[in-house]
């Protein structure tokens, strides 16, 4: 027993090396590939900002209304709908939000890429197509900052990532600290992905069949944001994070819901990268292990307590993109984060369909 006690603070040291230099790099990560691009504030292009809706989110008129008011001079809103009769139309229309009805036919695709492709065919002649979810929320500006990377040919996609504002309950608190992870990896040139709740990017993408046919019918039709992500990468263009401007959604999610969408986006996740699954599980499984190891052998080694210090540095990191609002709940839901983290996963591993808007779409695992 004393050889195996000896075996696992060998290897638990080592995974907190390995865990405080990842620490260090995060820390010290400035987006050196972003400083490259030369972006120009004069970059002015007619958008179409494509809004797929389908029933009522929350706030859903308010929503719509701060996307129409942006302060970018040469853009038009417009909302897609399935049919007539979605219950999203009311909203819709007191925002004073044109819309139109999704009329492309697809074998593989989900009802939001049959929407954004919709809304490209009606209307060919913009030079940017962004797209926003209806349950965001935006500054006067996010259009502007969107937009303007695009000015650089070398980057394919603009992006940015929101922030999940919790509403009345703790479950809200934990997806607050649940987007986390995700902003985590926006901040890596080498990590970044495309999030389609609010993403922009030139018509040329999308303009010819080819492109349009693989974002239609590829195996990631299921999912607009890695379809988008994977068509940039194969044509060598790069990924922009948007950061600082954080589109808001209001989280007002009851348990079971939180856990269905938190499954939804790792299988997601997966979906675009296998590696992403193995990757996971290993990190999230250090973070877990270290966190064990330091509270259990606190009472009996002094030195212990030190492998806490990967959980004080996650602390660190919440409060300092917080800000002010990062309450302790807020705080410590972020630390314990891995274990749930590791729970998404696991799920995901062995998910091969997700409900998603009331659809059922089925998952062709990518072996990449």
Same mark, same amino acid.
């Given at each position: 027993?004393?050889?195996?006690?000896?075996?696992?603070?060998?290897?638990?040291?080592?995974?907190?090396?390995?865990?405080?230099?990842?620490?260090?790099?995060?820390? =010290?990560?400035?987006?050196?590939?972003?400083?490259?691009?030369?972006?120009?504030?004069? %970059?002015? +292009?007619?958008?179409?900002?494509?809004?797929?809706?389908?029933?009522?989110?929350?706030?859903?008129?308010?929503?719509?209304?701060?996307?129409?008011?942006? *302060?970018?001079?040469?853009?038009?809103?417009?909302?897609?709908?399935?049919?007539?009769?979605?219950?999203?139309?009311?909203?819709?229309?007191?925002?004073?939000?044109?819309?139109?009805?999704?009329?492309?036919?697809?074998?593989?695709?989900?009802?939001?890429?049959?929407?954004?492709?919709?809304?490209?065919?009606?209307?060919?002649?913009?030079?940017? %197509?962004?797209?926003?979810?209806?349950?965001?929320?935006?500054?006067?500006? &996010?259009?502007?900052?969107?937009?303007?990377?695009?000015?650089?040919? =070398?980057?394919?996609?603009?992006?940015?990532?929101?922030?999940?504002?919790?509403?009345?309950?703790?479950?809200?608190?934990?997806?607050?600290?649940?987007?986390?992870?995700?902003?985590?990896?926006?901040?890596?040139?080498?990590?970044?992905?495309? &999030?389609?709740?609010?993403?922009?990017?030139?018509?040329?993408?999308?303009?010819?069949?080819?492109?349009?046919?693989?974002?239609?019918?590829?195996?990631?039709?299921?999912?607009?944001?890695?379809?988008?992500?994977?068509?940039?990468?194969?044509?060598?263009?790069?990924?922009?994070?948007?950061?600082? %401007?954080? +589109?808001?959604?209001?989280?007002?999610?009851?348990? +079971?819901?939180?856990? *269905?969408?938190?499954?939804?986006?790792?299988?997601?996740?997966?979906?675009?990268?296998?590696?992403?699954?193995?990757?996971?599980?290993?990190? %999230?499984?250090?973070?877990?292990?270290?966190?064990?190891?330091?509270?259990?052998?606190?009472?009996?080694?002094?030195?212990?307590?030190?492998?806490?210090?990967?959980?004080?540095?996650?602390?660190?990191?919440?409060?300092?993109?917080?800000?002010?609002?990062?309450?302790?709940?807020?705080?410590?839901?972020?630390?314990?984060?891995?274990?749930?983290?590791?729970?998404?996963?696991?799920?995901?591993?062995?998910?091969?369909?997700?409900?998603?808007?009331?659809?059922?779409?089925?998952?062709?695992?990518?072996?990449?």
């Amino acid at each position: 027993m004393g050889v195996l006690l000896q075996y696992y603070m060998v290897f638990i040291s080592a995974t907190f090396a390995c865990m405080l230099a990842i620490d260090m790099i995060k820390l =010290k990560r400035r987006k050196e590939e972003d400083k490259a691009a030369q972006i120009s504030g004069k %970059y002015l +292009p007619r958008v179409l900002v494509i809004v797929p809706c389908r029933g009522t989110d929350r706030g859903l008129e308010a929503n719509l209304k701060s996307i129409k008011a942006q *302060e970018y001079p040469y853009f038009r809103a417009l909302a897609v709908v399935d049919d007539a009769t979605d219950p999203a139309v009311d909203a819709i229309e007191k925002a004073g939000v044109d819309h139109i009805i999704a009329n492309v036919q697809c074998s593989k695709c989900s009802g939001k890429v049959k929407a954004i492709a919709s809304a490209i065919k009606m209307n060919p002649g913009y030079d940017v %197509y962004a797209v926003a979810d209806s349950d965001i929320r935006v500054t006067r500006r &996010w259009l502007s900052e969107l937009v303007v990377p695009l000015s650089d040919m =070398k980057i394919g996609v603009s992006t940015m990532f929101p922030r999940f504002v919790p509403e009345g309950s703790i479950v809200s608190l934990l997806k607050f600290a649940w987007g986390f992870v995700g902003e985590g990896l926006m901040e890596g040139a080498t990590t970044r992905f495309v &999030w389609g709740g609010s993403m922009a990017f030139r018509r040329s993408l999308l303009a010819e069949k080819r492109g349009m046919r693989f974002f239609l019918e590829s195996e990631f039709s299921v999912s607009d944001d890695i379809t988008i992500m994977k068509m940039a990468r194969r044509e060598g263009l790069g990924i922009w994070y948007v950061g600082g %401007y954080h +589109p808001k959604v209001i989280s007002a999610d009851n348990l +079971p819901e939180f856990i *269905e969408w938190s499954n939804r986006q790792a299988a997601l996740s997966v979906l675009g990268q296998r590696r992403n699954l193995y990757v996971g599980l290993a990190y %999230y499984s250090a973070e877990s292990l270290l966190m064990i190891t330091g509270i259990v052998l606190a009472p009996y080694n002094p030195l212990a307590p030190v492998l806490l210090l990967h959980s004080a540095i996650t602390a660190y990191r919440t409060r300092k993109r917080v800000g002010d609002g990062a309450t302790a709940g807020a705080i410590i839901a972020s630390v314990l984060m891995p274990f749930l983290y590791l729970y998404n996963l696991a799920c995901a591993a062995f998910m091969r369909r997700i409900t998603w808007r009331g659809r059922v779409y089925s998952l062709r695992q990518n072996s990449s």
